[in-house]
């Protein structure tokens, strides 16, 4: 396993990842319009290429064999309210194909999310989470995340309620 930070040669992959990912976690709970809607706006290579370049965006890529098969961004962007520190950065993305769940893929690609933060002069990491992600829920707690509030995701045209945690890092 090779996790690596991405390069815009990277952003076809990504975001065949990220839609596949993507689509594989929250398809069979949200509208089909909605979710083309999201996949368009969020996953396309233009967009990908434009977050992999980004200054404020480390998009860290894991690969097994030369396969992509799990990515994670993380950002300097806002913080909201709830989170009590204001230089604290987001884990924005954090995805693992599903046919590689449970090979420790999340936890070494994790270790290596807390490093980038840490190296932006971080000292908190926070995330929003989809309040019906249980699994996610579970993993992000068991990484020693807790539940400080919530905020709205706009998920294609239907507002959804990501649940914010945040961790010491």
């Known amino acids: 396993m090779t996790i690596r930070t991405a390069t815009a040669a990277d952003a076809a992959v990504i975001a065949d990842l990220a839609r596949r990912t993507f689509f ?4 069979s709970s949200n509208d089909a319009t909605d979710m083309a809607l999201h996949l368009q706006s969020a996953y396309g290579v233009d967009q990908q290429t434009r977050e992999i370049t980004d200054r404020d965006i480390t998009t860290l890529v894991v690969e ?5 098969v799990a990515y994670a961004q993380v950002r300097a962007d806002h913080v909201p309210d709830c ?14 194909d599903k046919q590689w769940h449970g ?12 490093t980038v ?5 971080a000292k908190t990491l926070w ?26 995701f706009l998920f294609g045209t239907d507002p959804q309620t990501d649940r914010v945690m945040v961790t010491s890092i």
């Open 24 to 27: 594989d976690t929250f398809a």
């Open 103 to 114: 090979r420790g893929i999340a936890q070494a690609l994790m270790a290596r999310v807390r």
């Open 83 to 96: 989170v009590k520190d204001a230089g604290a950065v987001e884990l924005w993305r954090f995805y693992v």
């Open 64 to 68: 097994i064999e030369g396969h992509a």
């Open 117 to 121: 933060a840490q190296e932006r002069g």
């Open 127 to 152: 995330l929003g989470v989809w309040e019906r992600n249980d699994r996610a829920r579970a993993f992000y707690t068991k990484s020693g995340f807790t539940d400080v509030g919530e905020h709205i």
